[in-house]
Structure formats: structure tokens, C-alpha cells
């Protein structure tokens, strides 16, 4: 409870801070939006030119786009600080204060930005979602509202676990941004059914950076009823909680290898 | 040629530069092949989905040749798209440093200009031979890239090698555009991802411009972008004869002379609003 309280507390000075920069918040949702709008048109132009993508319509093929931005999203909103702790901040020793301070470190940098910017990516993705979800006539069960759901929220966690995990090797290594940069860019694998991936891919989709798991599977049970919604989101969560736990423990293993610049 | 001479140091300094920033190459290389090949996974799929099956030809490319084209322009994109000019005019914005630009005997424009050239030289040095040889090496060996003759080939490469050096400048001036909007907005970050998104999607270097709507079609055919990314790359690829060759990279020059005329005009106005903070 005390820890929720602080949390907003935290929030709360993080935007203020972001208030100073108003009309450069207005741009960059502008660009984000059109940006989602060029590459989704640059898909509906290609599908325009096919029947289906290997049976999948366009009003499903957008359907997986908006949905793959929801948990991206979510991760987006909450655990922004870790891309500077690959990239910067340990390699400056910027985090005594962190380290002093009697709370964990960990819970410190979600505390320490929330990015608003995320709320854009969710808007679009929901919008996305809702208009080709219309388009699609498909019968929606409580079952598979609920698996994309969990797949959503817990998919979340699953990618700030690896941020975690990543942004911790910067404890050792100084410097982890690229190598996070590199699995984080994986996402773009996320954005299609995993249908359409050689084999060797899904397997690599689904059992190591299982962004098929969370996003193509769900989709899936919706449009096509292909796997039991409770047990897959069952298993979802299982997956996120492991992966969860695993980044934590990594974190502060490596924690304990910060050194401070000394000035 | 004189007159010129005052602006080498910058060419310099900009080669100079893009050696020490790309030392993350490693990182970019990698994060690129896996989204290259993201890309090839989406067209097998495409292809392998169209109703004449994966040898097919959509929109005037084959399977073959939508590969190349992937794997060119993002070469391409690498080589020639290392403009960091909105990042500068930021900074001598926020620094004040642009009052010192003001008072030398040196135009701005003709700065930027120059350190683009040197940042173009310097990659297509070191980066451009090594990756251009390889891509094209195993393309044209694997068969994807069919070439009827040397001679053919020489002559086209010859022509995107000036297609090339136009749209680093033509990259040049409208980031130079875009930075301008910096004395307006002070929104850099905004207004870089507007400025590459536009560019990435008009360019054709999501999809090729032939994959858009008619009209639309159309209309960004004549449009800057096109010369920055797909036409030098279908040029390379062969897939323009000469006549069409010399009309893109003509449209392109027009645009280029266009293009400064209408940023030295934004610039003279928007040097009247400039407001440095703390100086």
C-alpha cells in the first residue's frame, strides 16, 4: 500500500517535469500516429494486391497489428527508465542516489517516468481493434476477450522482464543498450500471425521470445477458436510470472556490481 | 572554386565524425538483419499467397526482385541517410551558437552542405564498397539480380552513383527544412520522427511507390521522395531503361534546385523569430 502511494507520488513529479515540453509531446504523437498510419497503409496496399495472406484477411491481418501494440504499449507506459539504464545512466554512475535510498532500486525506476506517450500507441491500437473487429464476423466469447486480455496486460510483463533482465547486464558491462535494443526489436516479428513464419521462427516466437505467445495465439483463439482460452491464458501468466521472477533475480545479481563514478 | 575552398574543413569534419558515431555499427547490423529478414519472411508469405503462386509478378516485381529491392534500399538507406543537420540546427538554436554562424563569412546552408558530402563520402568509403560488393556479389550470384551485360550494368551503376549523390542531397536539404521548423517549435524530437517518417513511407522504403493506390500513385511518383530511395534503387536494380533514368534523376535535380530556393527562403524569415535561450 505504502509502496502504491509513493508510486504516484513519484508519477506525479515525473510529469510535471514533462509539462515543460508541451508542444514537443503534441509533434512526436503526431509523427507516432502517422507512422503507424504509413506502415499500416504500406500493409493494406500489399494485401490489396493478394486474396489473403496465407487465409488471413486484411481486417485480420489489422487486427493482429492493433493488438500486437497493446502490450507494447503497456510496457511502454511503465518501464521507460530501463532504456536509460542500458544506455546512460550506469555507464555515468548516475544511480547512487538510487542505491541510497531504502527502497529497492528496481521499484525506483518504474517510480521514475511514466511515459504518456503510450497512451497514443493504445488509443490506436484499441482503435485498430475495434474497426477491424467489427469487419471480421467473428462469434466473441467471454473466453477469448478474456485470454487477449491477459495477453495484453501479462504479455506487458513479460516484455519489461526482459527489459530488466538486459538493462541489469549494464551492472557489469557498463553499457547493455545495444544488446537490449537488439532483443527489443524483435517486436517487429509481433506485428504478424506467426503463420506466416518458417518454422524455425514460431518455434523461436513461441518458446524463446514468446511474443507469439502472447499476441499471435490469443488472435488466434479468437478468429478461430484454435486453442483453449483458459488454459493459454493460464499458461500466458505462468510464462510471465518465470520470466518475471527471473529478471528480478538477474537484476539484483548484477545490481551488486554497481560502481559509482567516485566523484 | 575559390570560394568553395572555405567550406573543405567541414567536409572533414563530417567524415571525421561519422566514424566516431558508427562505432555502434555492430548493434545496427545486427538489429537490421533480423528485420531484413522479418521483411523476406512477409513477401515468402505475400508471394506464396497470391493467386499465381510465388513466381508470380505483383505490381511489376517479381518474388526475386522484391528480395533485392529489400535488401538494396536498406543498404542504400544506410549509406546515404547520415544526416545529423536538424540535430545541429537544434543545437545552435538552444546553445545560441547560431549567432556565431551568423556573423562568419560562411553560409549555413553551404556548411551543412558540405559536412553532408564528407558524412556521404566517408560511409560510401568505408561501409558503401564492402556492403554494395557483398549485396550485389551474392544477388547477382544466387540469380535474384539477372545481368544481361556488363556493359549494362556499368552504365547503370554509373547512373545511381549520380541518382546516390542527389538524394544525400536531397536528404540534406529537407532535414535541413525540418531543422529550420526548430526555431518555431524547439520540438526536435517530434519533428525528426515526422521528418523520417515521411521520408520512409514516401520514398518507397516500405514498400515500393507501384504498391500505392492510383492516383496517389501518381502524385508521389513527382514528388522529392521517390528519388531518395526508390529510384536509385531501381535504377541499380535495372529496372529503369535510359530514358527513365535520366526523367528521375532530372526530376530529381529540379526538386533538389527547388528545394534550397524555398529553405534559403524559410530561412531568412525564420532568423527574424530566432530566440536564443540563456545564449
Known amino acids: ?158 516484455i519489461t522482464s526482459f527489459k530488466i533482465a538486459l538493462s541489469s547486464l549494464a551492472f557489469i558491462f557498463k553499457r547493455s543498450g545495444p544488446l537490449l535494443q537488439i532483443v527489443y526489436n524483435f517486436t517487429v516479428y509481433a506485428k504478424y500471425p506467426i503463420a506466416i513464419f518458417p518454422k524455425v521462427v514460431k518455434f523461436i516466437l513461441i518458446f524463446i521470445l514468446p511474443f507469439g505467445l502472447f499476441i499471435s495465439l490469443p488472435v488466434d483463439t479468437l478468429l478461430y477458436g484454435n486453442y483453449n482460452p483458459y488454459l493459454l491464458s493460464l499458461i500466458i501468466i505462468g510464462v510471465s510470472i518465470v520470466f518475471f521472477t527471473l529478471a528480478t533475480l538477474i537484476w539484483t545479481l548484477c545490481a551488486r556490481r554497481y560502481e559509482s563514478t567516485g566523484s | 572554386m575559390r570560394r568553395l575552398r572555405k567550406y573543405k574543413p567541414f567536409v572533414r569534419a563530417s567524415a571525421i565524425d561519422m566514424m566516431a558515431y558508427r562505432f555502434n555499427i555492430i548493434t545496427w547490423a545486427i538489429v537490421t538483419v533480423f528485420e531484413v529478414a522479418c521483411l523476406i519472411f512477409l513477401w515468402l508469405a505475400v508471394y506464396q499467397s497470391s493467386e499465381g503462386g510465388i513466381d508470380s509478378s505483383i505490381n511489376g516485381f517479381t518474388y526475386k526482385e522484391m528480395i533485392v529491392y529489400v535488401v538494396l534500399t536498406t543498404i542504400f538507406g544506410f549509406i546515404t541517410f547520415n544526416d545529423d543537420t536538424l540535430w545541429f540546427i537544434n543545437r545552435d538554436i538552444r546553445q545560441g551558437t547560431i549567432g556565431n554562424f551568423l556573423i562568419k563569412p560562411i553560409s549555413y546552408r553551404g556548411k551543412f552542405i558540405a559536412s553532408n558530402i564528407g558524412a ?113 534503387v531501381l535504377i541499380l536494380m535495372m529496372k529503369y531503361d535510359y530514358l527513365e533514368c535520366c526523367k528521375v534523376i532530372l526530376i530529381s535535380l529540379a526538386w533538389l534546385v527547388l528545394l534550397e530556393l524555398f529553405a534559403k527562403l524559410l530561412f531568412s524569415r525564420a532568423i527574424k523569430v530566432v530566440t536564443v535561450q540563456g545564449g
Open chain 1, 1 to 158: 500500500m505504502h509502496y502504491i502511494k509513493l508510486y504516484f507520488v513519484c508519477i506525479k513529479r515525473s510529469m510535471l517535469s514533462r509539462l515543460e515540453y508541451k508542444k514537443d509531446s503534441v509533434i512526436s504523437i503526431l509523427s507516432f500516429l502517422l507512422s503507424n498510419a504509413c506502415a499500416l497503409g504500406s500493409i493494406f496496399f500489399i494485401l490489396q494486391a493478394i486474396p489473403s495472406l496465407k487465409g488471413y484477411t486484411p481486417a485480420e491481418v489489422g487486427f493482429f497489428y492493433g493488438f500486437s501494440m497493446l502490450p507494447i504499449a503497456i510496457d511502454h507506459l511503465f518501464s521507460d527508465e530501463f532504456w536509460l539504464v542500458a544506455y546512460r545512466r550506469v555507464q555515468l554512475g548516475d544511480m547512487d542516489r538510487h542505491f541510497l535510498r531504502p527502497i529497492p532500486v528496481i521499484f525506483q525506476m518504474f517510480a521514475e517516468t511514466f511515459q504518456p506517450d503510450g497512451f497514443g500507441e493504445v488509443i490506436v491500437g484499441i482503435t485498430m481493434i475495434v474497426i477491424c473487429g467489427l469487419n471480421l464476423h467473428v462469434s466473441v466469447t467471454f473466453g477469448a476477450i478474456f485470454v487477449l486480455t491477459i495477453g495484453a496486460i501479462f504479455g506487458a510483463l513479460i
Open chain 2, 120 to 232: 556521404f563520402l566517408m560511409m560510401s568509403i568505408v561501409f558503401g564498397i564492402p556492403l554494395y560488393a557483398a549485396g550485389l556479389g551474392v544477388l547477382i550470384g544466387i540469380g535474384y539480380l539477372p545481368v544481361a551485360s556488363v556493359w549494362d550494368f556499368i552504365a547503370h551503376f554509373a547512373l545511381f552513383l549520380v541518382a546516390s549523390v542527389l538524394a544525400c542531397l536531397l536528404n540534406g536539404v529537407i532535414s535541413y527544412i525540418f531543422g529550420i521548423l526548430c526555431f518555431y517549435t524547439s520540438a526536435a524530437w517530434g519533428l525528426n520522427a515526422l521528418k523520417t517518417t515521411v521520408i520512409s513511407f514516401l520514398s518507397g522504403t516500405l514498400l515500393p511507390i507501384a504498391f500505392f493506390p492510383n492516383v496517389f500513385r501518381e502524385i508521389v511518383a513527382y514528388m522529392p521522395f521517390a528519388g531518395m530511395s526508390q529510384n536509385p
